[in-house]
């Protein structure tokens, strides 16, 4: 089973059709209905802060692909940290709980603020211009925690 967070948002739906495409099982989490519908996708609608909800929906998950964010366009600090932060912090611990294999994160070409250099790879230093960007590279500190404590996570950052 593949838990796609925020499947109902522009990367997360690109990802919930190829895994339907491939014949997966799909549980789709988000705030928003998903405009696709399957008989192998079950959509929970809720909020990654919900610790409860969250525990309980990574029940027989083996994958998780993570995309859920508050996006800049809130211009809310408090609630870019209680998403991308608290949010993603509570998928990693209930990931761990629930002996998840691999867990994807994705983060954000935001963690590297106005780049010295282009094009952006792995060495480029990453120096947030803005809350959202901090969060975001603060989600992937967190990812990297608990790849030490026994999680298989990958981060990935879109362009």
């Not at 029940?59 to 993603?88: C, M, R």
């Not at 761990?96 to 952006?120: C, D, M, R, W």
Request: aromatic fraction near 8%; include cysteine.
């Amino acid at each position: 089973m593949y838990l796609v967070t925020g499947g109902a948002g522009f990367f997360g739906e690109i990802i919930v059709k190829e895994l339907l495409l491939q014949g997966e099982n799909v549980r789709c989490f988000d705030l928003n209905i998903p405009n696709i519908t399957h008989p192998n996708l079950e959509v929970i609608i809720g909020d990654v802060r919900d610790e409860v909800l969250v525990n309980s929906i990574l029940e027989g998950v083996n994958i998780v692909h993570h995309n859920i964010a508050q996006v800049p366009l809130a211009k809310d600090k408090a609630l870019f940290w209680s998403v991308n932060y608290g949010g993603t912090g509570n998928l990693l611990k209930s990931s761990l709980k629930n002996n998840v294999e691999h867990f994807i994160y994705t983060s954000s070409s935001a963690v590297y603020g106005a780049p010295q250099q282009n094009p952006v790879d792995e060495s480029s230093t990453k120096r947030p211009a803005e809350s959202y960007g901090e969060a975001k590279l603060a989600g992937e500190e967190l990812c990297k925690e608990y790849q030490y404590k026994g999680l298989n996570c990958s981060i990935i950052r879109p362009r």
